[in-house]
T-cell receptor
Framework: GQQLNQSPQSMFIQEGEDVSMNCTSS?????WLWYKQDPGEGPVLLIA?????ELTSNGRLTAQFGITRKDSFLNISASIPSDVGIYFC????????????FGTGTRLTIIP | DAGVIQSPRHEVTEMGQEVTLRCKPI?????LFWYRQTMMRGLELLIY????????DSGMPEDRFSAKMPNASFSTLKIQPSEPRDSAVYFC???????????FGSGTRLTVV
């Protein structure tokens, strides 16, 4: 089945640093999404991408839909303590009420 | 908007017992998804419904698992009999005609001892 590999698995950074994580797939996806999960809660949507090559920003977050449709990256600029959590990429293959395949997650920790 | 509501938040049960997890999707959303999250396997899709009809249940691990959606505002995921390896966090999510991602509930943490 489809698999999404996220890297890195975990990151330890200092407040104020920029963060970069990516997601690769063996299959093509038509949509890419990035979610963040806080402890004890469900994932929350951060950014959605619908077109190959698309670059989208949401505040300090920037995500891109890879031109090959097999990868995506998420950047966080000037990290703050509330950025701590697990970040998941997700890919969708079909338009309309589609099921998503989730990546393995990147755990972000901010060192005081 | 109350979000996707799941109950209970935590469930501890003995092996062999029946477990029922409940979900109320966001009003107006017509697709509902059940996911299971574990450290080893991450987020796995178990089943999803569109307009109350099961569309894909290929992720349901075995016959011990069943899911229903009797109406647009309620769904259940049942495990009978439960086993220790079923211990996980179970999430319900909903969306409206693929409006840009799912909205997840806060999950039910299931522990089978």
């Amino acid at each position: 089945g489809q698999q999404l590999n996220q890297s890195p698995q975990s990151m330890f950074i200092q407040e104020g640093e920029d963060v970069s994580m990516n997601c690769t797939s063996s299959s093509i996806f038509n949509t890419w999404l990035w979610y963040k999960q806080d402890p004890g809660e469900g994932p929350v949507l951060l950014i959605a991408l619908y077109k190959a090559g698309e670059l989208t920003s949401n505040g300090r977050l920037t995500a891109q839909f890879g031109i090959t449709r097999k990868d995506s990256f998420l950047n966080i600029s000037a990290s703050i303590p509330s950025d701590v959590g697990i970040y998941f990429c997700a890919g969708g293959s079909n338009f309309g009420n589609e099921k998503l395949t989730f990546g393995t997650g990147t755990r972000l920790t901010i060192i005081p | 908007d109350a979000g996707v509501i799941q109950s209970p938040r935590h469930e501890v049960t003995e092996m062999g017992q029946e477990v029922t997890l409940r979900c109320k999707p966001i009003s107006g959303h017509n697709s509902l998804f059940w996911y299971r999250q574990t450290m080893m396997r991450g987020l796995e899709l178990l089943i999803y419904f569109n307009n109350n009809v099961p569309i894909d249940d290929s992720g349901m691990p075995e016959d011990r698992f069943s899911a229903k959606m009797p109406n647009a505002s309620f769904s259940t995921l049942k495990i009978q009999p439960s086993e220790p390896r079923d211990s996980a966090v179970y999430f319900c999510a909903s969306t409206r005609d693929w409006a840009g991602g799912y909205t997840f509930g806060s999950g039910t943490r299931l522990t089978v001892v």
